[in-house]
């Protein structure tokens, strides 16, 4: 499971070496919120593990903005929980199309903290 704090820098710890079929791959997340299935939202960051080979290393920055150009290590996802879904490439991408299509990991991701724009929801 994936923790992420909004307006944060959150570091994630994964296993994603271990099932990758490429030798030195490129990471895809793609996050599917639970209650609306259609918001869909990628994210790639560098790998900043010292030991690659057993365990991978991702700092995501949860912006809390409304942004959509955002750079490879930050992401904007609203309070509540995810599925996630990680895809190897050889290249970095925002694309499931240009990955193996192979899903090597897959688990939840809660997102704590309140959303920005929440006054504008309830009125």
Do not use: H, Q, W
Not at 46 to 56: F, G, P, V
Not at 63 to 68: D, F, K, P, Q, R
Not at 87 to 95: G, K, M, P, Q
Request: aromatic fraction near 14%; glycine fraction near 4%.
């Amino acid at each position: 499971m994936i923790y992420l704090d909004k307006n944060s820098s959150n570091m994630v710890i994964l296993e994603l070496t271990l099932v990758s079929s490429l030798p030195n791959p490129y990471y895809l997340f793609e996050f599917i919120n639970d209650i609306n299935t259609s918001n869909i939202t990628y994210f790639t960051g560098t790998d900043l593990s010292s030991y690659k080979c057993r365990y991978n290393r991702f700092d995501v920055i949860e912006t809390g903005s409304t942004y959509t150009n955002y750079t490879a290590s930050t992401i904007n996802l609203r309070t509540g929980s995810y599925n996630y879904n990680v895809y190897e490439a050889s290249a970095s991408t925002l694309s499931v199309s240009a990955t193996t299509g192979v899903v090597i990991s897959t688990s939840k991701v809660i997102v704590n903290g309140t959303d920005s724009d929440l006054a504008l929801v309830y009125r």
